[in-house]
């Protein structure tokens, strides 16, 4: 079995990426896709994905939560460097009001403009969505057909994932799909078809069962896969081949 975690963050790991990748890789987790999330850890992504190229690979943006931030030299800083070929999509950005750590104006703002960022280059992106499906739902509506990507640690309800699978995102599931209190989650899993879904870990957060309650890292993404797998009746070689060739599809230029 071969696996890659589409959505981690490498710089909030206990260990270097490098030995994180390495006890990823003794599991079978091959790629990890290492995320930008504010100005200031832009240049870590970069530099661990250029160093460990094309193990790694890194998105750029800045989050919800640090969207009073967002500046036009930001956005130029991401521009400059989407052409390098270990940065794969432009995030994670979107909408978070269940934490409203910047106003749901900042928050609108700069997910508006990093929608913009991606259709200019035509580079997937990596969605963060939390209490906040409405706003959501009505920017990825106004760039439909100009902007693909992901949804990752899908969280919302079932009218949001079918809103967005109508609008061409895939669905990204992560550990908490495992969780004992998650069955309108897993629902949601179980009708998602299997060409348009992913597995991350949002490592070092929502540590899937049954490692729960421990640190998260790239290589409990296999814990997901195979509770995934399980709900889908499906081998988990086959759920890894599914999401593989998803991701192989959703960011064209990671290398296998
Ligand atoms: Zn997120
Ligand atoms: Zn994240």
Redesign the pocket.
């Known amino acids: 079995m071969e696996l890659i975690d589409i959505?981690a963050?490498l710089d909030m790991m206990e260990d270097s990426p490098e030995v994180t990748l390495e006890k990823a890789k003794e599991v079978g987790v091959r790629k990890i896709i290492t995320?930008g999330?504010e100005p200031s850890d832009h240049q870590f992504v970069l530099d661990v994905a250029k160093r460990l190229y094309p193990d790694v690979y890194c998105t750029l943006g800045v989050h919800p939560h640090h969207g009073v931030q967002w500046a036009e030299e930001i956005g130029k800083f991401i521009e400059a460097h989407l052409h390098e070929p270990y940065v794969v999509a432009v995030g994670?950005f979107g909408l978070d009001y269940y934490y409203n750590q910047s106003s749901k104006e900042d928050q609108i703002r700069s997910f508006r403009a990093q929608m913009d960022i991606a259709a200019r280059h035509q580079m997937p992106v990596e969605i963060?969505t939390r209490d906040a499906e409405d706003d959501t739902i009505e920017v990825l509506k106004d760039y439909k057909g100009k902007v693909k990507g992901v949804i990752?640690?899908f969280t919302g309800s079932e009218t949001l994932a079918r809103a967005c699978l109508d609008l061409g995102y895939n669905i990204s599931f992560s550990g908490v799909v495992t969780f004992k209190n998650a069955d309108s989650l897993r629902k949601i899993c179980e009708f998602v078809p299997l060409d348009r879904m992913h597995v991350e870990t949002?490592a070092p957060f929502l540590s899937p069962v049954p490692v729960r309650g421990k640190k998260n890292v790239p290589a409990h993404v296999v814990h997901t896969a195979q509770f995934i797998a399980q709900l889908k009746g499906i081998s988990v070689d086959d759920l890894a081949q599914k999401t593989n060739e998803n991701a192989r599809q959703m960011f064209s230029k990671i290398i296998w």
């Open positions: 959505h963050h995320i999330t994670e963060h990752h640690c949002d």
